[in-house]
């Protein structure tokens, strides 16, 4: 069965740069939300679209904006890096109301 | 304070028992509640959801939850050292937001 897809899988960026995350639900999940995991952390609540638009929004820093795509794609772009974004996003998908089901992942190192 | 609370562990238990994991909530409008399973460096992968009173039963795992109290609960029957894990329980509001516990840590022994 299908699963999210993200992608990259690592990223490597230098303070200050941008990073773009790509996310690419389920076929037919209308729903997408966006997690942050630091080291020993569980997972903090980014933002979520329902239908292409913002749905909720949760711990998201000013630097980080986030879009879904008509092909229920979504993308998180984050500038101006600090050493403490460095963690693992998580995208999720669902259908409206039901289970959540997370991608592998990107791991986003700054340095 | 954490909508979504638990006992971070770890917790301890030999092959063959049965592991008890527990979650308490503040918010009485929640709808929905899920159980994850994280391996470390892993994502979350979903085990159990539950939505109404009672128990929910699947495999070696079984989900409760109370309303009342506003706890929910899992316990992992006949554990083994491959249920070693974290397990995050997690509460659905009406927008569809999940809003994670902490997660406990579970440490199966042979």
């Known amino acids: 069965a299908a699963g999210v897809i993200q992608s990259p899988r690592h990223l490597i960026k230098e303070k200050r740069e941008t990073a773009t995350l790509k996310c690419y639900p389920i076929p037919r999940h209308d729903t997408v939300y966006w997690y942050q995991q630091g080291p020993g952390q569980d997972p903090q609540f980014l933002i979520s679209f329902y239908e292409k638009m913002q749905s909720d929004k949760g711990s998201i820093p000013d630097r980080f904006s986030a879009q879904q795509f008509s092909d229920y794609h979504s993308e998180l772009n984050m500038s101006s890096l600090e050493l403490g974004d460095s963690a693992l996003y998580f995208c999720a998908s669902s259908p409206i109301g039901g289970e959540a089901f997370f991608g592998q992942g990107t791991r986003l190192t700054v340095v | ?110």
């Open chain 2, 1 to 110: 304070q954490k909508e979504v609370e638990q006992n971070s562990g770890p917790l301890s238990v030999p092959e063959g028992a049965i592991a008890s994991l527990n979650c308490t909530y503040s918010d009485r409008v929640s709808q929905s509640f899920f159980w994850y399973r994280q391996y470390s460096g892993k994502s979350p992968e979903l085990i159990m959801s539950i939505y109404s009173n009672g128990d929910k039963e699947d495999g070696r795992f079984t989900a409760q939850l109370n309303k009342a109290s506003q706890y929910v609960s899992l316990l992992i029957r006949d554990s083994q050292p491959s249920d070693s894990a974290t397990y995050l329980c997690a509460e659905g509001n009406a927008g569809n937001m999940l809003t994670f516990g902490g997660g406990t840590r579970l440490m199966v022994k042979p």
